[in-house]
């Protein structure tokens, strides 16, 4: 199998010094215009004031359409970031047909909603490929914590941590990460979410306008992280990355 970037450039990259905050509304993994197996699970997320929406949806029904064919999309529960965030699974009740292009009926739960990485459209659209994906991907280079980043900008304080990882793997790729402190004396809850990833880079913390994970001034932390293809398949599992955040120094005033 080739290798491929892995994509879905959402929200989570560090932004630019000035960049504005993104607007209310959801995001999907894989990223609305991509090529995904036709036995693809999606993800939904919710940003800003849709994430109460998202998190009620639960047992709701959705469509994937093209001309000709239907597929009943079965909405079912996933992970609640403490920035705001709130992310469901969204699982097809049969397999796509081969090279077609399916439009998610989001407008029948979510009228109006803002695509935020579909150019803000309401209605995002996929391209099937070959056939379904059965076999989980392999790794090429396991996970490791590649720097940590802070900085303070025009919108406020961004902390994050730099996850390098690589993977044999022809459809979009995604980590599902698990994030507890390393001495949990405050008694955290663990906080469980998702990260796209990007030329093999996962970006785990918060930006100014928010994001999946809340990290505190150099305090351990603990990330178990569990890595999915397109179709849900789960790579093999790997060992627990043991990290600090990122501390505000002088050169960062």
Known sequence: MRLVG???TLCLFVPSAHAACPADGVQLFPAPGSVVPTNTRLLLEGVGSLSEKVGALPGRILRMQTEGH?????????WTSTLGRTLVVLRLAGPLKPGLVYTLRLDDVLPGVKVLNSMGHSMPEWNSGRGQDLARPRWLKRPVVSEGIFRRTREGSERFV???????????AYAQVTLSRSKDKDNMSPQHYVLPL???VAMLGHGACGGAF???????YRAKID??????????????L?????????ENP
Do not use: W, Y
């Open 6 to 8: 892995l994509l879905l």
């Open 70 to 78: 239907e597929v009943e999309v079965r909405i079912q529960r996933g």
């Open 162 to 172: 730099k996850l390098r990882m690589s993977l044999s793997e022809d459809s979009p």
């Open 198 to 200: 990007h030329d093999g």
């Open 214 to 220: 809340a990290l505190e001034d150099g305090k351990s």
């Open 227 to 240: 890595v999915f293809d397109a179709a849900g398949n789960l790579v093999q599992g790997v060992a627990p």
């Open 242 to 250: 043991q990290f600090e955040a990122p501390v505000a120094t002088q």
